[in-house]
């Protein structure tokens, strides 16, 4: 009898860890959506109410790890249940890292309403959808622990570093044409980056689960599309008046 109070109390804890994971990845997504919206709309108000949010988020992970070491060391898990519990402080180190990316987009905002706007800004929101769809279903796939779903939002990361290279040299581009595009541009640069970043964050959980589920890693290489670090850009490379997806 004691036994089946124990293995109950246990799956309660490990539904706590999923549940505690659900509202950090809520939050997260939230978080994305706001900053995104901070820089199109240049709303500044809105951008603060990011940065502060970004602050339950970093709590939200003090006690998910906090869950974490007790657990690990009141219970002594093994096996599936061992790799719950640890998969639950990669992921929610991982949200944590994803809300201070959408806050940083929100400190940008704030700086890039101060100044005259360029085109480039366009390419912004197909950005941040796109790291948030990914967000998402990494999110959908732990919740099911869905190893299909966890593995096409491993993908999809690529799509986003497509992105970021072409807004990085068209923003490049812009910067070499007019020298007054050099401030706005250069936050666009962070920003483009930091949405980056979420996405491979989000890479990180889809890698998370498939350890969770399956035992071990991915068995294929990491698919990585950021070539902004061996980018050399000339005026006639780009035409800043062609136009870029939105």
């Known amino acids: 009898m004691a036994s089946d109070h124990i293995v109950k109390s246990f799956d309660q804890e490990l539904d706590g ?55 690990l060391a009141q219970r002594q898990p093994m096996a599936r249940d061992l790799r719950d519990i640890v998969a639950s402080l990669k992921i929610a180190s991982d949200l ?27 390419a912004i929101p197909r950005m941040g959808r796109l790291a948030q769809e990914i967000v998402k279903e990494v999110l959908d796939a732990y919740a099911e622990r869905d190893l299909d779903r966890a593995l096409t939002a491993w993908r999809r990361d690529e799509e986003l570093d497509d992105l970021y290279n072409s807004l990085f040299r068209e923003t490049l581009t812009y910067m070499m044409e007019d020298p007054r595009n050099i401030t706005p541009c250069t936050h666009l640069l962070f920003i483009a980056k930091n949405i980056e970043r979420i996405g491979d964050h989000a890479t990180n959980v889809a890698e998370t689960i498939h350890f969770l589920v399956a035992g071990g890693p ?9 070539l902004s670090s061996f980018a050399v850009v000339t005026p006639d490379q780009a035409d800043p008046g062609q136009d870029v997806p939105a």
């Open 17 to 71: 860890l999923k549940r505690g994971i659900a509202t950090m990845g809520g939050l997260a997504e939230s978080q994305i959506e706001s900053a995104i919206q901070c820089i199109t709309r240049r709303d500044g108000a809105l951008a603060g109410r990011v940065v502060e949010n970004d602050r339950r988020l970093d709590t939200m992970e003090t006690e998910i790890a906090n869950t974490v070491v007790r657990m």
């Open 96 to 122: 944590e890292r994803i809300g201070d990316y959408a806050a940083n987009l929100a400190k940008r905002a704030i700086a890039l309403a101060q100044v005259q706007p360029v085109r480039p800004v366009a």
């Open 218 to 226: 991915i068995g294929e290489a990491r698919p990585k599309g950021d």
